[in-house]
């Protein structure tokens, strides 16, 4: 996608949640980091609230990575410039948008620090402290609370299609959307009201357990996500649409026959390369048996499988 049409389509997104709410706010989701890309941090004019006060008492919540919303500034912006869409009209939101895409053709990291548009009715300061009141959730797996980043689109669009629709109005609030660049690197709207219908719908509800199984691998995932769409940029091919779905279901396999780290990884990665059946061929099943149980990783033990397995398996993606 070309910079123009990237904005094109922030842009139109934008307009119409404009609509729906004709006197609410349009704000920048924006997480500084070291860095502070935008430098927002030195100090600027506009309205600014941050998940700091909610999370006071986390001694290891730097204010840095935490979410911070920042109202744009639109109306006084234009009455100066004359121009004909005063209601998006903000040098900072041209220059989020350009920064994001600055990182979604990969050309810098920095540009995770922008996490989405929002648009609501709702000031920074609420939707702030909305943030910063779902960041702490209770595994009861583990019996430990731990912080969860839903601030970031990237971990947030991995959980967003199993999530029922209270958890997500008390993630937005009642009146929220948010335009924001999602782990497969496509704009998306995070929009509690518009998706309930077609969640309930579609999507099968899931145990509490499975959506913590989901949450600890997204990382890795977002991960292999990036090598699985190099592999097949190199192959002429893209990403199918279900991408994160499959990559989730092979961590989820890998962990429950004992595999972690760098074999888990191995394990996902040869298996979006192969075809069906191939976890039920005893030769794989030795490979994994050794993996947790002798010497060396699995990627020695795959390396050491007969030919006659890969030819049987070898799938035409890759």
């Known amino acids: 996608m070309h910079n123009a049409a990237f904005r094109q389509e922030v842009l139109q997104h934008l307009t119409t949640l404009r609509d729906r709410w004709p006197d609410g706010h349009l704000h920048l989701l924006y997480v500084p980091g070291v860095e502070d890309p ?47 869409d005063p209601a998006l ?33 709702d000031d920074a300061s609420t939707i702030a402290r909305r943030l910063g009141q779902a960041t702490h959730r209770f595994d009861s797996g583990t019996r430990r609370t731990v912080r969860v980043r839903w601030h970031d689109p990237r971990v ?9 629709a209270l958890r997500r109005t008390a993630l937005l609030g ?71 779905d499959v990559l989730h279901r092979y961590a989820a396999h890998a962990s429950a026959q004992g595999l972690d780290g760098r074999d888990a990884q191995t394990y996902v990665l040869l298996a979006v390369r192969l075809k069906a059946g191939f976890e039920e061929d005893p030769h794989w099943r030795d490979a994994i048996h050794a993996a947790t149980e002798a010497p060396g990783t699995l990627e020695d033990h795959a390396n050491a499988l007969p030919a006659a397995f890969w030819e049987r398996y070898a799938a035409a993606l890759v």
């Open 38 to 84: 935008l430098q927002l941090r030195a100090g600027h004019a506009r309205v600014h609230a941050s998940a700091r006060d909610v999370l006071r008492a986390d001694a290891g919540a730097d204010d840095a990575f935490l979410p911070h919303v920042v109202t744009f500034d639109c109306l006084k912006v234009a009455a100066y410039l004359l121009e004909t």
């Open 174 to 244: 009642p009146q929220l959307a948010w335009v924001a660049v999602d782990a497969m690197s496509r704009v998306t709207v995070f929009d509690a009201e518009a998706s309930e219908t077609v969640a309930a719908a579609r999507v099968p509800a899931q145990s509490d357990t499975t959506q913590w199984t989901r949450l600890g691998h997204v990382g890795m995932v977002n991960r292999l996500l990036e090598l699985w769409r190099q592999q097949l940029h190199d192959a002429g091919q893209t990403l199918p649409d279900d991408a994160i």
């Open 89 to 121: 009209d903000d040098p900072l939101l041209e220059s989020s948008i350009a920064l994001a895409y600055e990182g979604l053709v990969g050309k810098d990291d920095r540009a995770h620090a922008v996490c989405g548009w929002l648009a609501s009715p």
């Open 156 to 164: 947030l669009s991995h959980l967003w299609p199993q999530l029922p």
